[in-house]
């Protein structure tokens, strides 16, 4: 039996799961389409509980701030604009979009919206950090479900897994690196940086590693 601390043990890179897609990243079984979307639920709702925190919102959040502060646009238009430019980033990394893609901007905007009035609010800023640290963790988690579904990443974790594949870089790190920079950017730019925010960058990557190990352990591809 598998001891605590190999459990936690961190994937170097993506794995296969029993319930990746195949070739096509538009044809799914109803196990991937449930595990897909079970993800990006979890995923919008981490957020949700980043946001709720009130110390800091993701480092992409921030980046989408400072952009509509420079450029005179709002967030929404300018987190549009940052996934289009990041979908171009793809194509040197021969990357390509399918339902995953699609179903990452649909699914997670709306399970921000459902559960930010659900989830607490709290104003003790022990309560927030451990919220924080629980949306950490659940982000980290949601990311590994729905990114070995297989049937394309979100716009930002399909330049993760690029940047893994083609450098051979460790997974973890290629994510923190993503958020540090994403985050200095959007800093300079003169998008709002809390406590939160420092965390998240800091710890995004180990999660998503770790949980990719999980559930490479929990539910390996057979063949």
Do not use: H
């Not at 190999?6 to 195949?22: D, E, F, I, N, Y």
């Amino acid at each position: 039996m598998a001891s605590f601390g190999q459990w936690l043990r961190p994937a170097l890179t993506v794995p296969k799961t029993s319930w990746s897609a195949g070739e096509s990243n538009w044809k799914v079984s109803p196990k991937t389409f449930l595990v897909l979307f079970l993800g990006l639920w979890l995923f919008g709702t981490g957020e949700a509980l980043l946001i709720d925190a009130s110390l800091g919102q993701s480092p992409w959040t921030v980046l989408a701030d400072g952009l509509a502060k420079t450029l005179g646009m709002t967030i929404g238009q300018t987190t549009f604009l940052t996934s289009v430019v990041v979908l171009l980033l793809w194509i040197p990394l021969k990357r390509k979009p399918g339902l995953g893609t699609v179903m990452n901007i649909l699914v997670i905007a709306v399970a921000i919206d459902v559960m930010i009035p659900i989830l607490p609010s709290p104003e003790n800023v022990v309560a927030q950090s451990i919220q924080v640290l629980l949306g950490i963790l659940l982000t980290g988690i949601a990311s590994a479900l729905y990114i070995t579904c297989n049937v394309g990443p979100g716009p930002r974790d399909g330049l993760m897994t690029g940047l893994n594949e083609k450098t051979g870089v460790r997974v973890g790190r290629v994510r923190t690196g993503i958020e540090v920079v994403v985050l200095t950017i959007g800093w300079l730019l003169g998008g709002v940086v809390g406590i939160g925010t420092l965390l998240f960058a800091l710890l995004i990557g180990q999660s998503v590693a770790i949980a990719f190990g999980l559930v490479e352990r929990i539910s390996p591809q057979t063949s």
